[in-house]
């Protein structure tokens, strides 16, 4: 019995000799770093698309030498949904051969982003009505509005600030509050239009607001309550 265990022993490392445990490695492919970042950079504009946004990609950490089977590779590129595609993030990389997945990686990605953004020619005070000798429109770094500047000129001017605005800096939405064109109980017109009908019914505001800001009016011909657009200092407008 000794020596049928000894003869099996013997044969069992022969075998571990003919076939070393590093024969499967044959069957691997290293990822190339180039497709890595193909995916990255794929994945970016796909985030960013429509946005007017010019990103580049300052870091990424790439992994060295990973290796997967041989066959069709993809990678899948997933990131947080909060994540707005600019700044430092951590990001998975999921790698699939033919369909099956075989890697799932974290990377670190580091992107720097320029946008079209509102900002002050001169140092504006709290308190300002914006009016457009005060800004002008500029492209600029995000990250120096904090990912959250006013983009068009129109969405500032008219606007008070609620803080003060240093010379070039960007405005944000935070920082600004519609001036009350209509205050509570002033008469206004209501005008309620489609394609082919314009009604006009004369109303009184129950809320002040600014130009574009939802209030609720009285109609006076109906004493009903009912929401309204402003329009102007004047006049508010009703779908139907």
């Known amino acids: 019995m000794q020596?049928?265990?000894?003869?099996?022993?013997?044969?069992?490392?022969?075998?571990?000799?003919a076939f070393p445990s590093h024969a499967s490695h044959a069957d691997q492919v290293v990822l190339p770093e180039h497709e890595i970042r193909t995916a990255v950079e794929r994945f970016l504009a796909e985030k960013v698309e429509g946005r007017g946004w010019t990103t580049s990609i300052r870091q990424l950490s790439l992994p060295k030498g990973v290796k997967v089977s041989k066959g069709r590779s993809d990678i899948e590129i997933l990131a947080p949904e909060r994540?707005?595609?600019?700044g430092s993030i951590s990001i998975v990389m999921?790698?699939?051969?033919?369909?099956?997945?075989?890697?799932?990686?974290?990377?670190?990605?580091?992107?720097?982003?320029?946008?079209?953004?509102?900002?002050?020619?001169?140092?504006?005070?709290?308190?300002?009505?914006?009016?457009?000798?005060?800004?002008?429109?500029?492209?600029?770094?995000?990250?120096?509005?904090?990912?959250?500047?006013?983009?068009?000129?129109?969405?500032a001017i008219g606007k008070k600030l609620r803080t003060t605005v240093r010379a070039g800096s960007p405005l944000k939405?935070?920082?600004?509050?519609?001036?009350?064109?209509?205050?509570?109980?002033?008469?206004?017109?209501?005008?309620?239009?489609?394609?082919?009908?314009?009604?006009?019914?004369?109303?009184?505001?129950?809320?002040?607001?600014?130009?574009?800001?939802?209030?609720?009016?009285?109609?006076?011909?109906?004493?009903?309550?009912i929401p309204a657009r402003i329009l102007d200092a004047s006049t508010v407008s009703i779908g139907f």
């Open 94 to 155: 999921v790698v699939r051969v033919n369909g099956v997945v075989e890697k799932n990686l974290s990377l670190r990605l580091n992107v720097d982003a320029n946008a079209d953004m509102v900002v002050a020619k001169r140092q504006l005070l709290v308190g300002t009505i914006i009016t457009s000798d005060d800004i002008q429109l500029k492209r600029e770094d995000l990250a120096k509005a904090g990912g959250h500047p006013v983009q068009n000129l129109e969405d």
């Open 173 to 225: 939405s935070s920082q600004l509050v519609a001036v009350p064109v209509i205050v509570s109980g002033q008469l206004v017109t209501i005008v309620a239009e489609n394609s082919g009908i314009r009604i006009t019914v004369s109303g009184k505001a129950r809320s002040a607001g600014g130009i574009g800001d939802l209030i609720r009016v009285q109609n006076l011909t109906s004493n009903k309550e």
């Open 3 to 17: 020596i049928i265990r000894l003869i099996s022993l013997f044969l069992f490392l022969s075998l571990l000799h």
């Open 83 to 86: 994540w707005e595609g600019w």
